[in-house]
């Protein structure tokens, strides 16, 4: 369903599980970082009015998510911190090249966020699926099915602005790119590392 040309190494789950703190600190900065995405796509695209109103929505949800994440670290006694960096999101948001047509970058922002949300989404589903906590695996099974439909939302917007055939071939491509980062990737008690 989420296109992913590499599976995540399920060895992750066991670094994920022996950290757990860690994976909710980083999980909390990404949903900021989904929030923050949102509102940048509305601060840059005005004029795509569709977008802006779904883009409203979904900073509403992620700081939801956000807050749902925050609570969990308050309980356990944990303090979010400063944020890290997120070697995957630096890497994969390489592969198209700068510039170009307004309509162009709004396609290839639209793509990164499908692809980060789809890999998201990816990670919780083996949480859910693997940890020994049923509580928390419950959480990220919740979790699990808003991030498939940010990913399907980011895509469809992707193919209703730009041409759909060019736009399906560089979703091909960056699904073949994002493949030779996971090589190196599923060995951090990180959501995406």
């Not at 900065?29 to 979904?58: D, G, N, R």
């Not at 356990?76 to 994969?92: A, E, F, I, S």
């Not at 699926?129 to 808003?146: C, G, I, P, T």
Request: hydrophobic fraction near 40%.
């Amino acid at each position: 369903m989420l296109g992913l040309k590499l599976p995540t190494d399920p060895r992750w789950v066991n670094i994920a599980e022996k950290n757990i703190d860690e994976i909710l600190i980083d999980h909390a900065h990404c949903e900021q970082k989904a929030a923050s995405t949102a509102i940048s796509l509305i601060v840059s695209f005005p004029e795509y009015t569709e977008l802006v109103t779904e883009m409203i929505a979904l900073v509403k949800e992620e700081m939801s998510h956000f807050k749902l994440v925050h609570d969990r670290l308050i309980a356990k006694g944990v303090v979010l911190g400063r944020d890290r960096k997120d070697l995957y999101v630096m890497d994969l948001i390489k592969f198209f090249p700068k510039g170009g047509s307004r309509t162009n970058q709004l396609v290839h922002r639209l793509l990164y966020a499908a692809l980060i949300e789809a890999r998201s989404c990816e990670r919780f589903r083996l949480l859910s699926e693997n940890l020994e906590d049923q509580e928390l695996a419950k959480f990220y099974r919740d979790l699990m099915v808003s991030e498939a439909n940010h990913y399907t939302l980011f895509l469809n917007f992707a193919r209703q602005y730009g041409d759909r055939t060019e736009v399906d071939e560089k979703w091909q491509a960056l699904l073949e790119y994002e493949a030779t980062l996971m090589k190196n990737l599923g060995t951090q008690e990180s959501i995406h590392g």
